[in-house]
Structure formats: structure tokens, C-alpha cells
Nanobody, 127 residues
Framework: VQLQASGGGLVQAGGSLRLSCAASGRTVSYYAMGWFRQVPGKEREFVAAIRRSGGSTTYLDSVKGRFTVSRDGTKNTVYLQMNNLKPEDTAAYFC?????????????????????WGQGTLVTVSS
């Protein structure tokens, strides 16, 4: 299984970017897909997740109202629409997928909740 992320780049504060991540290889319907981010020297943190069942979502508090996670289940693709970006959103963003059953907040927020990780795509927000 490979997760291929794209869409990162340089944007000014207040701008928008849309990240995409497509899963290839083993064809499964993931129980949840989402995004983490990491700044050098800091731990990787949860950003957002969307569940297969009902499409419910969970977000990091600091991105609520600005970021929207969505997925195309037929394509095993997850998106992250990021609006009103702030310099503190600068990070490498990683897409993730969970192939095991479950989807509570305690399961989708920790890094251990995911079986597959994509490579990072860099988002830089200038002030």
C-alpha cells in the first residue's frame, strides 16, 4: 500500500491550499483516513480525520473552522482543504489510513491508530 500526498507549497498568511492523498496498491476501504503534521524538532501531531462510516470528522482544535477533511471512498483518496492559513500551520503534512475497525476519537487521534503513512508534503505559510 502506498499513500501519495500532493498539494503542498508556499502561500501567504490568509491564503488557501488543498492537499490530496491517493492510496494505491492493496484495494481496501479504509475505516478512517486523515492527516498529521510535523515541524522539525517537534512531535508529529494529529490534524484531522474522516471516518468511512457516516463520514464523521475529527479536528485538531486550532484548525477547526479553517480546515476541512473529505474523502472519495471510491478512489481511496483523502483531501485537506486549508483556508485562512497561518504561519503556525507551516509543517510537513502526512496523510494516513486506518485499515482496522474502529473510529472513536481515541483511535483516530493517536499516531498508533494508523497502519499506513504517506510521505510528507511541505506547507509553508509566510507572514
Amino acid at each position: 500500500v502506498q499513500l501519495q500526498a500532493s498539494g503542498g507549497g508556499l502561500v501567504q498568511a490568509g491564503g488557501s491550499l488543498r492537499l490530496s492523498c491517493a492510496a494505491s496498491g492493496r484495494t481496501v476501504s479504509y475505516y478512517a483516513m486523515g492527516w498529521f503534521r510535523q515541524v522539525p524538532g517537534k512531535e508529529r501531531e494529529f490534524v484531522a480525520a474522516i471516518r468511512r462510516s457516516g463520514g464523521s470528522t475529527t479536528y485538531l482544535d486550532s484548525v477547526k473552522g479553517r480546515f476541512t477533511v473529505s474523502r472519495d471512498g471510491t478512489k481511496n483518496t483523502v483531501y485537506l482543504q486549508m483556508n485562512n492559513l497561518k504561519p503556525e500551520d507551516t509543517a510537513a503534512y502526512f496523510c494516513v489510513a486506518r485499515s482496522t475497525a474502529g473510529g472513536t476519537a481515541s483511535e483516530v487521534v493517536p499516531r498508533s491508530g494508523y497502519d499506513y503513512w504517506g510521505q510528507g508534503t511541505l506547507v509553508t505559510v509566510s507572514s
